[in-house]
């Protein structure tokens, strides 16, 4: 495990000198925080009629307040590296858990539409936030076990998201249909996820990685970078499609509200053992080919079974584990970087500019629904982002990193890109290499030749030195 410097500047690994109690606390903190990442989204879903009855909601505005929570994760998740520089990891992440607990609890207490949708953007800007600097703390404080805390970052969030979506109703029903109840109570849990990181916001380790930093344009002509944010965006646009169209496609096919309620729930509880999963499985790997393959052929069979309206069940069941793209873009974001500032700077660019892309898939397949009346046109969008996820995650799943693919840069342009460390540690490299081939040639070896240290002559000619070795020769 590697160390890290502290502000006080004693080198050490912190866990480990303390018997592992650091260790527990970061990994619980995250834990903790990942469960929360997505209350503010999924509570809000299915109570969004009481709300909008209450709220007066005009129909754009209802669209608006679905669109917010991408809206928010693209701007706000491409400036938490810059406010990672200023305010380091732990603190960032607290203050976006604070965020996410004091825009949620103000939600609850207002009864018109603009106080509303401004506390719920504070709330969607703390979940933003930690989207982008978790996975940056897990590279820095357990580089070596990056898989395994992905496991335990992606499971939670997924556990997180599946509560809120399955616990807003029945919390509504007892507080006797207030839906001001309802949505308050996740702020609580929110205000649970800020204790380990109050414990640990002085512990802030000194950054040292901060030449490896790969700039916006270094990220810009990154291949790795666009496939990074092309798998992210395709993975998200199929996941938001049919979280929000599954179970009206399953009420045109005969099924029920309540059945058409128990698949979608089996549909989002399936994520949490894919997510246990995936990660482990990805980082025994030293390529993710064969998972973006496998998951590729799932979804294209789930959506296939789909169309022909049989057993749908099984079909949703067979899309679900191919969710295990989520999982997957999320390990990706720490095994293709080699720093925990690169990987800060590479989820900030995949996430922010993968939720643009994602945010217009449930339009445009709505669109595509009422323009043809069926399910076939819309269903083509679907399998044109599964083409996009396959060429992106075919680059990004290969073993490179973004540090190299930043470094690789035109001559004219290396200075931009390459830190003076490793230019310095090449160029010595380069002279000892000439040194020792040099010396190879004048036949001594490849040692340098000691210099003779002789007494200058004096006035009357040579030195005394030169006169006792002319003297010995005789």
Known sequence: MSAVVTRRGVLRAPWRAQGGSMAWLIAGGIALAALNLR??????????????AGLGLSGAMTGLLTTLPVMSFALFGALTPAMSRRMGEHRLLLAAIVLLAAGQAARSLVDSAVPFMAASAVALAGGAVGNVVIPALIKRHFPRRAGAMTTVYSTALAAGTMVAAAATVPVQQAAGGNWHVALGVWAALAAVAAIPWLALRRGEPERRDTSARAGADGLLRSRLAWAVAGYFGSQSLIAYVMFGWLPLLLRDNGYTAGQAGLVLAVFTGLGIPVSMAVPALAARLSGQRPLVIAFAVLYAAGFAGLLTGQALWAWSILVAVGGGTFPLALALLA????TATGTAALSAFGQSAGYLIAGAGPITFGLLHQVSGGWVLPFGLL??????????????????????ETSSVPTGRRDDHVSRGVRDLVAGRARRSAEKARHARSGDGGKAARPRLTRPAGRHGAGRGDERRRSATR
């Open 39 to 52: 209350t503010a989204v999924t509570s809000v879903g299915t109570v969004l009629d009481q709300v909008s």
């Open 335 to 338: 095994m293709r970087t080699r």
């Open 383 to 404: 399998f044109a982002a599964l083409a996009v996820q396959v060429v992106t995650g075919w680059y990004a799943a290969a073993d490179r990193t973004l540090e190299d």
